[in-house]
Nanobody, 123 residues
Framework: QVQLVESGGGLVQPGGSLRLSCAASGFTLEYYTIGWFRQSPGKEREGVLC????????YYADSVKGRFTISRDNAKNTVYLQMNSLKPEDTAGYYC????????????????WGQGTQVTVSS
């Protein structure tokens, strides 16, 4: 069974950091492009970052440049989203998704999705 599971979300104060994980099972993650998306109530799902199978990353949200980074550990079948200097506007559900295609910010390019992990940035 193909599955993506996100973890690492939670409540953090502004300026704090979190590292989200996206663990895959049922398929080999290293052959897939992985994207991180986020969505908050009343807003559309937004592409944040993407990483290809060759470890090339692409930013889709200008607001996270210099603060968020994406990486992958193919041996662990896991992709990470390191989030630093968090702001209240980063509050959202964060989702990882996999596609055999190149990076893209549109959600419909992705075949497999995790259930999401909530990130809340608040004092």
């Amino acid at each position: 069974q193909v599955q993506l599971v996100e973890s690492g979300g939670g409540l953090v104060q502004p300026g704090g950091s979190l590292r989200l994980s996206c663990a895959a099972s049922g398929f080999t993650l290293e052959y897939y492009t992985i994207g991180w998306f986020r969505q908050s109530p009343g807003k559309e799902r937004e592409g944040v970052l993407c990483i290809t199978s060759s470890h090339v990353s692409t930013y889709y949200a200008d607001s996270v440049k210099g603060r968020f980074t994406i990486s992958r550990d193919n041996a662990k079948n896991t992709v990470y989203l390191q989030m630093n200097s968090l702001k209240p506007e980063d509050t959202a559900g964060y989702y990882c998704a996999a596609t055999p295609r190149p990076c893209g910010s549109s959600w419909y390019r992705y075949n497999y999705w995790g259930q999401g992990t909530q990130v809340t940035v608040s004092s």
